[in-house]
């Protein structure tokens, strides 16, 4: 129960950060005047943001799912291949979140969806 108060804590913190980035940008004005952050350079540091969190979670997620399954082992060797099987096939589609974060990362980055 702790770690999910840490957790909590964390993404709090991490909002309250990124309110703060977004209400400084639109207070400095449009990108050519008031030398205040433009779209993109807010877009940036939102991948940014949104790979560092999505990774973390991506990380903490195969831990726990290895743990779990050297723990399934341990208790009945007998049933480990389908396991390890069980095993992969969960790290793949945990892995796979963080690779569709890292897509609309880059299609923010590289395709501009805000016209700039």
Known sequence: MGSRVG????????AVLFAAGSAWAAEAGPAGGGGG????????ITGGFAMAIAA????LAQGRAIS??????ARQPNAAPRIQVA???????IESLAIYVL?????????????G
């Open 56 to 59: 973390g979670i991506a990380a």
């Open 68 to 73: 779990a399954a050297l723990d399934g082992i």
């Open 7 to 14: 957790w909590l804590k964390f993404l709090a913190t991490a």
């Open 37 to 44: 952050m433009s779209v993109g350079a807010v877009s940036v």
């Open 87 to 93: 095993m992969i096939i969960g790290l793949a589609l």
């Open 103 to 115: 897509l609309i990362a880059l299609i923010i980055f590289f395709v501009k969806p805000f016209g």
